[in-house]
């Protein structure tokens, strides 16, 4: 069974930067290169929000218009990783954030969640003064 992990999240003030990790655990044997990646959203009482996704390989990458320009999405193959920097924080960027990863090989990827097999257990981040 594929098991995502994100890190990173946490408390940060108004104008400043954090860097969401997703990884895959040793044991789920997945090769995150090969399948799209997305990172999403979630405000309580509101629908998942895609923020960003990068396709198989460094596939193209997609941006909400939300958080185009400020954040940056990438790979670490080495690491098996995928990253989402994230600069200029506001507040209205509270939430908690999840990665998510596609099960067909080879894709590219669309920020819709329909896409997306495999979901991390998310990581909050909290923007605040």
């Known amino acids: 069974q594929v098991q995502l992990v994100e890190s990173g999240g946490g408390l940060v003030q108004p104008g400043g930067s954090l860097r969401l990790s997703c990884e895959a655990s040793?044991?789920?044997?997945?090769?995150?290169?090969?399948?799209?990646i997305g990172w999403f959203r979630h405000f309580p009482g509101k629908e998942r929000e895609g923020l960003s996704c990068i396709g198989s390989g460094n596939g193209s990458t997609y941006y909400a218009d939300s958080v185009k320009g400020r954040h940056t999405i990438s790979r670490d193959n080495a690491k098996n990783a995928v990253y989402l920097q994230m600069n200029s924080l506001k507040r209205e960027d509270t939430a908690i954030y999840y990665c998510?990863?596609?099960?067909?090989?080879?894709?590219?990827?669309?920020?819709?969640?329909?896409?997306?097999?495999?979901w991390g257990q998310g990581t909050q981040v909290t923007v605040s003064s």
């Open positions: 040793e044991a789920s044997r997945f090769n995150l290169d090969h399948y799209a």
């Open positions: 998510a990863a596609d099960s067909v090989l080879f894709r590219s990827c669309e920020l819709s969640d329909w896409q997306y097999t495999y």
